[in-house]
């Protein structure tokens, strides 16, 4: 006798496998989405905070500030190679008296400033400011002091122009 074909509560072994494939492909699919997101922001995030973007950053702010606090009588400049520039200030903020020099030099792919005594020309300190300097060059017109400068770390490469007008007399 045949047997007769009774409905039976559940899935079929047909309907879990279409299952499973769609479920794998939506699986998948976020997957991709995902890693591709975050390959993009670790690109951005290694063009933002990179060694050059972060030393030109503090390169710009370090010689805005010297020179605006400079004193606008006098500049020394490089005038061959503009490879360095000098300018003059104050131990005092109060006191009128020029007595401090601040030299930025980029020599041998790092970019320093030298603070000294301007009386005995003593040198006080020696800062690095940043390295893989690939270019640096100083300019100047009036009381305005020009500096143009590249870094590049061999992977990524970056320049920075800016400009600082001294304020003090």
Not at 23 to 43: E, F, K, P, Y
Not at 49 to 56: E, K, P, R
Not at 104 to 128: C, H, R, V
Request: contains cysteine; negative net charge; aromatic residues 8%.
């Amino acid at each position: 006798m045949s047997k007769k074909m009774t409905n039976r509560k559940g899935f079929t072994l047909i309907e879990l496998m279409v299952a499973t494939g769609i479920a794998s492909t939506i699986v998948v699919g976020i997957g991709a989405v995902l890693v591709d997101s975050q390959r993009g922001w670790n690109t951005l995030y290694e063009r933002a905070y990179c060694d050059v973007v972060t030393d030109a950053h503090v390169a710009r702010r370090m010689f805005d500030s010297v020179v605006r606090n400079a004193s606008s009588q006098t500049i020394s400049l490089d005038e061959e190679a503009g490879s360095w520039v000098e300018v003059y200030t104050y131990s005092d903020p109060c006191s009128p008296v020029v007595d401090l020099y601040a030299k930025f030099k980029a020599k041998n792919g790092e970019l320093t400033i030298e603070y000294g005594d301007l009386a005995d020309g003593a040198t006080l300190s020696i800062e690095p400011i940043c390295r893989n300097v690939s270019s640096c060059i100083f300019k100047s017109s009036g009381e305005s002091v020009q500096m143009i400068l590249t870094l590049d770390d061999g992977s990524k490469s970056i320049t920075v122009a800016t400009s600082a007008v001294m304020h003090n007399n």
